[in-house]
């Protein structure tokens, strides 16, 4: 896994990672398996990212933060472009946790929010 490093350049790389939080050490992975996927492909040419046409069908959990429940949202629905409408609008939403909202209420209309976008989207489409 480590050619063309030396023992030294081993020993380094192992301490490092020690010392890392498991994020990060999962963000290091990531980077790698990254770095591996596009020397395997040189000189092919890279695929576009695929978005789906429809939904991505992540649960609601039965206990979930409001700040949690956008980014669920926004992982379930990748087709939804973050751009300054929706953040916005996203952050409005949001405001109601601060003026005393439940984290359910709040959820509630972000998904209402989000679906809306995505008929918005799917209608743009067709």
């Known amino acids: 896994m480590l050619m063309g490093f030396g023992d030294r350049e081993k020993k380094q790389l192992l301490a490092l990672?020690?010392?890392l939080q498991p994020q990060e050490q999962k963000s290091v992975?990531?980077?790698?398996q990254f770095l591996a996927s596009r020397q395997e492909k040189e000189g092919c040419?890279?695929?576009?990212?695929t978005i789906p046409?429809?939904?991505?069908?992540?649960?609601r959990p039965e206990v979930e933060s409001a700040v949690a429940g956008l980014?669920?949202?926004k992982k379930s629905y990748p087709m939804i472009e973050a751009d300054e409408q929706v953040l916005g609008e996203?952050?409005?939403i949001l405001m109601g946790k601060v003026m005393g909202a439940s984290d359910a209420e709040v959820i509630t209309q972000l998904e209402t929010f989000f679906a809306d976008r995505?008929?918005?989207?799917?209608a743009r489409r067709s």
Do not use: G, M, N, V
């Open 118 to 122: 995505y008929q918005a989207w799917k």
């Open 29 to 32: 992975l990531q980077f790698a």
């Open 53 to 59: 046409d429809t939904p991505l069908p992540i649960p």
């Open 17 to 19: 990672w020690r010392e």
């Open 90 to 92: 996203a952050s409005r």
């Open 71 to 73: 980014k669920r949202l």
């Open 45 to 49: 040419e890279p695929l576009p990212p």
